[in-house]
């Protein structure tokens, strides 16, 4: 699995070059270009991705389950007008696009059929008290591009978190109540809430939150510690690990949670109980990572 190996990389002598499929991608920020970095499903190596739009929202972007496809946020090539949900074909550069100026964040489902998309439905100003506002789902159809209004709550998106159970049936996002609460809401596909769980807070990578189809990993907050916690999605019972390093989480994959290491170019990985500490990615120079996710296919 890509969790249990560890990569050394030189960042700025990356090939920049289509691929067939990516096991990991990787948005960074260096010291003078930021770069979406993806591991070759055929080759293993890292290679920067071109041809993305100029204006990407860096800590929108994720992979598609079956690694073909980039799905990110980005303006539009003006740096005006509406927000764009894209869907970018690793192999031949080729995309979708679906704009609006409500859209904030995307996952796509694990069939490729549907795109969820955090929305923002407020009509107000953006002033807490000024205004409705409400934090909305929508679903929208890759082959057609139709809509489908799913869900919404009074609230906001203030951690901007969706993603879909690996069986494709539940959809899983945090968002911010009027009472400054962050919930995560756990969904099926008729917009129904099968489990609301308060003061819990999802990664925001589509592939970071699911365990299995009914196993959920989030972190509470507030809390001093914010150690991960497993929910049951059936019962709402909780399994709460525990933590050591308070550096942040990036990812949680294959069991493992990739989080910053001991300096500036490290990046490891350990148990969910923040134990087993383990190298992953050390970058040459040091970058920041906005954005890490790692397609379920890499996993197997």
Known sequence: MVVDRSWEIAFDALA???VRAARMVVAVQGFDRNAVVVLDADSDEFVIVPGLPEHLSRETVS?????????FLAR?????????????ALATGARQEFASDDFMRAALSPDGTRIAVLADLSNGPGIPGVGDEI????????????????????????????????????????????DDVLTTVVLDLSGKAIGVHE???????????WRSDRELIVYPEPDDESPLIAIDVPTGSERRFTRG??????????????????????FVTTDLDDADERPFLTFHPAVSIDALD???SALR
């Open 16 to 18: 920049s070059r289509p």
């Open 63 to 71: 992979l598609s389950s079956d690694g073909t496809r980039l799905v």
């Open 76 to 88: 539009q090539d003006d740096g005006a007008g509406p927000m764009r949900v894209v869907l970018h």
């Open 135 to 178: 934090a909305g789902i929508t679903l929208i159809e890759t082959a057609t591009g139709a809509r489908q209004p799913l869900w919404s709550a009074e609230g906001y998106w203030e951690e901007a978190s969706i993603s879909w159970s690996p069986d494709g049936r539940l959809l899983a996002a945090t968002y911010l109540t009027l």
């Open 199 to 209: 003061e819990r807070v999802a990664l925001p990578g589509p592939h970071s939150v």
């Open 245 to 266: 390093n308070f550096s942040a989480y990036l990812a949680i994959a294959g069991g493992r949670v990739v989080r910053p290491g001991s300096s500036p170019e490290r």
């Open 294 to 296: 790692i397609a379920p």
